[in-house]
Structure formats: structure tokens, C-alpha cells
């Protein structure tokens, strides 16, 4: 499993590509990429959070992704096509937004980052295909697992215990597992019960307290 880490840009590359860009603030909750626009620029985001989303006509949606400091949306922007997901801010965020010019100019001064975004594509790849295979193959509680397991990280002291890194209402679960909030609401409190998964009580983060059964 890859870390968030993994896709951000070297400190190297982060400097010489806003030499490309703009630098911009949005506020919170602010669309900066409407799926089905045209792909005309890249955001690197410098602070703040954003989720990679799509929404159904009902107007609900599904979270395909997160991201945080020294990621970066829109590369597909990169091919002229229309954009296939939307992007919004969950937190106040600054970005420098490289226009697609600026890009390919970028690319043939900086080759290295040709392999920063292939593998960074290829990652995305492998996270959408175990999302379809969830979504396709697992029930509502084992999607949930999944969820909670790759946004955790073990805790120092070790053994079973695993902290989830950002605070997840219910209705965020369900936008990341496809599924209604009523459904994770029952799924959430019967691994309360059973002393799975409960908040800290002083940063009321979720905590895994124990390994997750296999199966509901």
C-alpha cells in the first residue's frame, strides 16, 4: 500500500515548477475542477486539502481520493481532454495552477519529472482497480474495512492498534464506499460494540483497537 508521500513533489521540483505558475487561494468548499471541463491546468496544492470526487445526477457522490501539501490534480490535463473528475477544497488551500503551456515547457526542462508522474499514474491506477474490485466484490462492511484500514497507520507503541489520520464523519465514509450513511452507521457502531473501533477521546480521531474480523 502507498502513502500519500509517495506522490508529492520532491522539494526540487516543487520550486522550479511554480516558477511556471500562478499562485491562488480558494476558500473552503470552492469546485476548482468541474468534471467534464476542458483540461487546461495543473494544481499544485502548496496547503490546505482537496477530494477527488464524482457525483451521479441524484447529486450523490463518491470520494475517490484526498490529497494535502505537495500533491498535485489535473495532470490528465495533459491530454486536452475533458476532465473526468471533479476537484474540491475541504480546507482553506493555496495552489499554483501551471497551465497546460507551462506544463510541457516544464517537461522538456525538467525531465525527471516525466517518472514523478508516471509513477504517480500508475499508482492511481492500481488504488482505482482495488476500488472497482471493493466495490464490485465486497460487501458493505468489508468496503468500510478497507477504508478504514488504508487511511489509518499503526500507532509507535505497535501490536494490532492503528489510528486513522483525519477526522471522518459517517457521511465521509459512505462517500468513500459507495454506499448510503445509514448503511455505515450500523456497520460503525457494531464494531463500537464490539470494541473494533472507537474515537480517542482527546483528539476524537477514530481508532482501530483491535484486528478487524475478516467478514460481518
Not at 495543473?42 to 470526487?53: M, N
Not at 497551465?99 to 499514474?121: C, I, Y
Not at 460487501?139 to 489509518?152: F, H, I, K, N, P
Amino acid at each position: 500500500m502507498t502513502s500519500a508521500a509517495d506522490d508529492r513533489l520532491p522539494h526540487s521540483l516543487l520550486v522550479a515548477m511554480s516558477r511556471h505558475g500562478g499562485t491562488r487561494s480558494f476558500a473552503a468548499n470552492t469546485v476548482l475542477i468541474h468534471e467534464g471541463d476542458e483540461g487546461d491546468a495543473l494544481y499544485i496544492i502548496l496547503s490546505g486539502r482537496v477530494k477527488a470526487y464524482s457525483a451521479g445526477a441524484q447529486g450523490r457522490e463518491i470520494v475517490l481520493d484526498e490529497l494535502g501539501p505537495g500533491q498535485f490534480v489535473g495532470e490528465l490535463a495533459m491530454d486536452g481532454e475533458p476532465r473526468s473528475v471533479s476537484i474540491k477544497t475541504l480546507e482553506p488551500t493555496a495552489c499554483c495552477v501551471v497551465q497546460r503551456e507551462g506544463l510541457d515547457a516544464f517537461l522538456v526542462e525538467h525531465p525527471e519529472f516525466a517518472g514523478h508522474l508516471t509513477r504517480k499514474l500508475v499508482r492511481m491506477v492500481r488504488r482505482l482497480t482495488e476500488q472497482v474490485k471493493s466495490l464490485a466484490l465486497q460487501d458493505v462492511y468489508g468496503r468500510v474495512a478497507r477504508v478504514l484500514m488504508e487511511l489509518s497507520d499503526v500507532q509507535p507503541a505497535g501490536g494490532e492498534t492503528r489510528t486513522v489520520r483525519q477526522k471522518l464523519t459517517q457521511q465521509d465514509i459512505a462517500d468513500r464506499v459507495g454506499s448510503s450513511r445509514e448503511m455505515v452507521h450500523r456497520v460503525m457502531k457494531e464494531l463500537a460494540i464490539g470494541g473494533y473501533v472507537t474515537p480517542d477521546e482527546n483528539s476524537k480521531l477514530l481508532v482501530i483497537r483491535k484486528k478487524l474480523p475478516h467478514a460481518w
